[in-house]
């Protein structure tokens, strides 16, 4: 599926050592699933969770929904034998935690072999170098990290997020320009549904492709804003129709509610309608 239709709404993280977890995920109405054996693992269940993610990867179950594996760090003790057991699990993508540079993913890709790699950006670093990172050959994603931004940039927490901005539009900019899904940070207050849906106003309105959640009950709501709307697909549909028309009579442009279009807004409109359609596709 295309990487610009393909639906990235929703990515649900879910700890890799909780098998209750993992089964309850195959039912929940996400696009994506981050398995997690990063933070949602505590150091005494790293190895077991290993085990427990490939056995319930192995078994299957979760559809169309992409899935991805977060390791731990290279420098940590798990690191390199979480992505040494990613590359033999049954995973879409391996996601690498806090990468500063190209470099990281190179160390990651000679262990990983040819499985796609996500990257989490969550560092002042990282954020410099996100061109870099985003050009990265064997990238698919890239997830901000916002928790970890924010304690490294030391900025206060505001519902505008204004401290964040130029990390956010530096690693959107990186991303739109490769070509890769990019994903905005979590939301804290999972009971919060009205902050949560602004906040998931405002990523989407960047240009984000989706929110990545920390609890079922968040799903819905990112699912809707990350969608296009009913009145996004009709305007799209007539754009379309209407600059079809004009083509048809040798005009190059047409007129929609007042507004010229041209080109660039019908391609714009079958996008639309292509994402609409690939999320129809994933809840049939």
């Known amino acids: 599926m295309d990487p610009r239709t393909r639906p990235y709404r929703s990515v649900l993280y879910i700890p890799g050592s909780k098998p209750r977890a993992l089964d309850k995920a195959r039912q929940l109405p996400v696009d994506a699933v981050i398995f997690d054996l990063e933070d949602a693992v505590s150091p005494e269940e790293k190895e077991n969770a290993r085990a427990t993610l490939a056995e319930a990867l ?33 995973c879409d993508a391996v996601l690498l935690p806090k990468v500063d540079s190209p470099a990281d993913l190179d160390a990651l890709a000679e262990i990983t072999g040819d499985m796609p790699l996500w990257a989490m950006m969550e560092t002042p670093r ?8 985003a050009a990265h050959p064997r990238l698919q994603g890239m997830v901000m990290g916002t928790n970890d931004l924010a304690k490294e940039l030391q900025c206060r927490y505001r519902a505008d997020r204004l401290p964040m901005m130029a990390g956010l539009g530096l690693c959107l900019l990186a991303a739109k320009a490769e070509g890769v ?16 849906a602004a906040e998931c106003e405002q990523g989407r309105d960047m240009g984000f492709d989706g929110k990545t959640l920390i609890h079922p009950a968040q799903v819905e709501i990112a ?30 442009v047409a007129v929609v509610d007042g507004k010229i279009v041209e080109n660039l807004h019908v391609a714009t409109a079958r996008e639309i309608l292509a994402k609409a359609d690939a999320i129809a596709a994933l809840s049939e």
């Open 223 to 252: 699912n809707a804003a990350f969608a296009p709307s009913e009145a996004e697909i009709d305007l799209a549909q007539r754009q379309i129709a209407a600059f079809e028309a004009a083509e048809a009579e040798g005009e190059g």
């Open 58 to 90: 192995a078994a299957g179950g979760y559809g169309a929904r992409m899935k991805i594996v977060r390791i731990n760090g290279l420098d940590t003790d798990w690191g390199r034998a979480d992505a040494a057991a990613a590359a033999q699990m049954d």
């Open 126 to 133: 990282g954020m410099l170098n996100a061109p870099a990172i």
């Open 181 to 196: 899904v990019i994903v905005d940070g979590v939301y804290n207050a999972f009971k919060d549904a009205e902050g949560l």
